[in-house]
């Protein structure tokens, strides 16, 4: 689990939520599969409405040039952003997300690795609404300020409890990593940042460096699936 600080600025988050706040929204749970539409009670921004297709565009983009996104999640495909939100008594009980999702308006689909949720409302805003991932270390409770986000595996059981003040909202996305295996990608993410923290001090050897830098790179090609 990895928290992404201020991925949108503070003016952009303002935006975000203008924009949001007079966008078209419908019934969450008709984008949720199987059994989770059974326990999903949210709204979701129309994604055929040119803002918000504008901002999930925009969202996009600001991944993939975000070095700690890409290091964490080396990712092949990635799920246009979707806005979510969470009015009083609205929450999202125990689910999986799906394994392989169709990438709307195109013929391309993905197998959700990673999962991220980046907050847009101030946590000061709204009561509840926690996202709560299920781990091996026991239950994880993230509540983020607004323009963070939060990259979790897309193979634990999670949930967002009901909010019972102010109104919750923020954008997921899923992410196809060159490297499916969770153990083997935050293997590799270790080392790039101890890479890049090694870079960031002065009396690093640069031939050791160029030597890190090579083994980080060969078990990428060694693991790597594209
Ligand atoms: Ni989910």
Redesign the pocket.
């Known amino acids: 689990m990895i928290v992404i600080e201020k991925i949108l600025s503070e003016e952009e988050v303002t935006y975000y939520r203008q924009q949001l706040a007079n966008a078209p929204w419908g019934d969450g749970s008709k984008t949720a599969m199987g059994m ?1 539409a059974s326990v999903k009670n949210n709204n979701q921004a129309d994604a055929n409405d040119e803002s918000v297709n504008h901002l999930a565009n925009q969202l996009l983009a600001r991944i993939g040039e975000t070095p700690k996104i890409v290091s964490a999640a080396l990712p092949d495909k990635i799920f246009p952003p979707c806005f979510n939100r969470y009015s009083e008594t609205e929450e ?1 009980g125990y ?3 799906s394994a392989i999702m169709r990438i709307p308006n195109s013929a391309q689909v993905l197998r959700s690795d990673l ?1 991220m949720t980046t907050f847009l409302s101030d946590p000061e805003s709204y009561d509840g609404g926690e996202l709560i991932i299920s781990t091996e270390f026991g239950q994880q409770q993230i509540k983020l300020p607004a323009g963070y986000a939060v990259l979790y595996p ?1 193979s634990s059981l ?1 949930k967002v409890t009901a909010v019972t003040r102010g109104q919750r909202v923020a954008a ?1 996305t899923w992410m196809q990593s060159m490297i499916s295996d969770t153990s083997i990608r935050q293997n590799l993410y270790q080392l790039d940042q101890t890479i890049q923290n090694l870079i960031k001090e002065n009396n690093t050897s640069r031939a050791e460096l160029d030597n890190l830098h090579n083994v980080y790179h060969n078990l990428i090609r060694q693991f790597a699936k594209l």
């Open positions: 989770a999202y689910h999986v997300d999962s897309s999670h997921i």
